[in-house]
């Protein structure tokens, strides 16, 4: 044997060597067996598949830092999925399957407020811990559930920032936060109400004065009526809660109809891809965001909120050029919680599990995630991004602020 | 009450706003218009009320997304998506001619009402498997004209869009008018018996017209994603218009139903603008309502009057 060769081949069995002790570790590695109704096919087919990437990414990360450990032993999670087409019967259908023909003992979330709405009463009915990810509304929160947990903020903190901000800047300009004029439309569905419901507080806080207060429709493509209102009222600041629909229509209008108003706040601009679809009439918009990939979050699994966004795209290439949606990473958070409330607990034993998750207070990537005795996280604010020559850029709350507001947009 | 009061002064303290509407009403008018004139040859023709109408719209919208932005170097100039949006649905309403509605057309109301409900289903689910559920649309690159000191907005790419619709519902009535085979269509639809001793191939006629009804909504769906935005389930948004605007036109009135369009785009402008966007469906629904009202009380007193 040439020396060349022999040395590369004894090169190779001690790689080889090397390797395999991790690799039959991770073989040993028992299963904790997690269940899913998520909406891959129905209207929300495209942030149910978020939903699952987050997970599955996290599932990932997890079983390559070296599982859940538990004692002496280590697990990796495994998900049973299930399609609810994004129809809450369904989905709770699945729920009862999942729990009495799949023997789940741990379920993860759905995608929606609606669909967590349908799935939450059959875990509680069996007393099944669900760590959920994407149901923000906080109608969810004030039932006495006691074994569903949210690592999202409510719906109502989405948009709040938005009339702080305008506070703000009429302070800077000189005038009293109480000359603000403000204009809402948001979609008649929990979720957006309850965006409405905090923003009105927020703006009767400061004697803001609502009008415009419009509800728009679940089948919603032309909002022009609206748009001409805004145009002849001159709000100071206009928010818009439609999920994508909402935002690609407010969008393409806003430029459409040449809407000057100087602020414009609205939910699920990454969904719609305001940027990539409506290029330059997407700047100047403030877009709410659960998590961004700039804030100064940080965990021993996933990093920082950068490191996340950069290790996900590699994992999911179809995500390159865009900015990874938040759905994705509320969704490996909520993973990371079952692994720390695993591991915190230290058995299987659900109702133990269920006690360790009500207690976590825990420090991510996507954000601090404490929960409230009605199971809503405490300890992550809601950001605000501007799109700035077609980047999204942190700008509210100050203390989060990567990037100065542009006022009035432009 | 006090919001709508205020939403109703607007239109005297800005007059030229309703300049505006009327403009937009016309606007998304001429596509109810085009949907339902679709609509109102296969129910007069063939008497199917086609609960897929709408559906057939959206998929012609994604026709012209896909083959304007979703093929990369093969992609087409987005106006080229109205005729091959024509095209395409034009072979999809073939193909579910001969697969479900030849199998309704003589059936009860029910059947075909279901049939074509399936059809819908069907449809929307399809396209949500093939393009997800995201919204889409397209940018045309053309500018909006900022008319009356920037109170009324023509977007250029809407203008287009009506042009086409303009260009192809006087197509058709020239065709239904003129040509043998719509002279053949009108035959079937007055007599369908009388139209075969006469030699009409009536099956034929009957899949000509399903098959010319899906290619009209088709590219109808293609101006519609120029303009606004598309969504796989946002077909019952049209089916809904098309059936208000032929019940209130009435069967056989096709210069009715391009007023009937016209005028219900604009009132719902109005009502959206007073009432609120979120009544916009309910004023299409309501009008529907006052419509067949009318129609039962004439029809009533048609027969006290004949007894």
């Known amino acids: ?410 | 009450m006090d919001q709508i009061i205020s939403n109703f002064n607007l239109l005297f303290q800005f007059p030229t706003v309703n300049l505006k509407i009327i403009i937009d009403g016309v606007m998304v008018g001429a596509l109810f218009a085009l949907a339902a004139y679709g609509l109102a040859l296969v129910w007069g023709v063939m008497n199917v009320k086609n609960l897929a109408q709408g559906d057939f719209v959206i998929a012609g919208g994604y026709v012209a997304w896909f083959s304007s932005t979703q093929m990369g170097e093969y992609s087409i100039h987005p106006l080229l998506g109205v005729p091959l949006a024509f095209i395409v649905l034009w072979g999809v309403g073939w193909i579910v001619y001969k697969l479900v509605i030849n199998r309704v057309i003589e059936r009860d109301l029910f059947t075909s009402l279901l049939a074509t409900f399936g059809v819908a289903i069907m449809t929307a689910q399809i396209l949500n498997l093939l393009f997800g559920s995201d919204t889409q649309s397209i940018q045309l690159p053309y500018e909006t004209l900022h008319l009356f000191g920037g109170v009324v907005d023509l977007p250029i790419a809407k203008l287009i869009g009506v042009g086409l619709a303009g260009v192809l519902a006087l197509g058709v009535v020239l065709f239904m008018r003129y040509s043998r085979t719509g002279q053949a269509i009108r035959a079937t639809a007055q007599d369908p018996r009388a139209a075969r001793v006469l030699g009409i191939n009536t099956d034929r006629i009957y899949a000509f017209t399903f098959s010319l009804n899906a290619a009209i909504c088709g590219a109808a769906g293609a101006i519609i994603v120029m303009a606004w935005v598309i969504q796989p389930f946002y077909g019952i948004v049209y089916s809904i218009r098309a059936f208000v605007v032929v019940t209130a036109a009435g069967l056989g009135n096709l210069p009715g139903v391009i007023a009937a369009g016209l005028g219900l785009g604009v009132l719902e402008q109005y009502g959206a603008l007073i009432f609120g966007i979120g009544y916009q469906q309910a004023i299409a629904v309501l009008l529907l309502l006052i419509v067949l009202i009318i129609r039962l009380a004439q029809q009533q007193r048609v027969r006290q009057a004949l007894q």
């Open chain 1, 1 to 410: 044997m040439k020396p060349l060769l022999k040395w590369s081949l004894s090169a190779f069995a001690a790689v080889g060597l090397m390797a395999a002790p991790q690799a039959a570790s991770a073989q040993d590695c028992d299963t904790i067996e997690l269940g899913a109704a998520i909406s891959l096919t129905g209207k929300y087919a495209t942030n149910g598949m978020h939903t699952q990437n987050g997970y599955e990414f996290a599932i990932d990360k997890i079983a390559e830092a070296g599982g859940v450990q538990i004692g002496d032993k280590c697990y990796n999670f495994n998900v049973t999925y299930y399609d609810d087409e994004s129809k809450g019967d369904r989905a709770a259908t699945l729920a009862e399957r999942l729990i009495q023909q799949d023997e789940v003992q741990y379920m993860l979330g759905p995608y929606s407020s609606g669909m967590t709405k349908a799935i939450a009463p059959v875990t509680e009915k069996y007393k099944i811990p669900m760590i959920e990810a994407e149901g923000a509304s906080r109608s969810l929160f004030n039932k006495g559930y006691k074994y569903l947990f949210a690592v999202l903020s409510t719906s109502e903190q989405y948009l709040a920032e938005a009339v702080n901000l305008a506070a703000d800047v009429a302070k800077e300009n000189g005038k009293d936060p109480s000359e603000v004029k403000l204009a809402v439309a948001v979609e008649n569905d929990p979720f957006s109400l309850d965006i409405r419901a905090g923003v009105l507080e927020d703006a009767a806080k400061y004697d803001m004065d609502v009008v415009i207060d419009e509800k728009l429709p679940r089948d919603l493509s032309d909002m022009s009526a609206i748009l001409t209102k805004v145009s002849l009222i001159k709000p100071d600041l206009l928010v818009v809660s439609g999920h994508s629909k909402g935002a690609a229509t407010a969008v393409r209008q806003i430029e459409e109809q040449n809407i000057q108003t100087p602020m414009v706040a609205m939910t699920h601009c990454e969904a719609a891809d305001v940027t990539g679809n409506y290029g330059d009439a997407a700047n100047g918009i403030l877009c709410a965001t659960q998590w961004a990939e700039t804030l100064k979050y940080e965990d021993p699994i996933f990093g920082t909120a950068a490191n996340f966004e950069k290790e996900f795209k590699e994992a999911y290439p179809e995500y390159q050029g865009k900015t990874v949606p938040y759905q994705s990473a509320q969704a490996a958070a909520a993973v990371y919680v079952f692994k720390d409330a695993f591991e915190r607990a230290g058995t299987l034993d659900k109702d133990a599990v269920r006690d360790a998750i009500a207690e976590t207070d825990l420090m991510t990537f996507y954000g601090g995630i404490k929960f409230s005795d009605a199971g809503n996280n405490i300890a992550k604010p809601m950001v605000l991004r501007q799109i700035q020559d077609g980047q999204y850029n942190v700008v509210a709350p100050a203390k989060f602020a990567s990037h100065d507001l542009i006022y009035p947009r432009k």
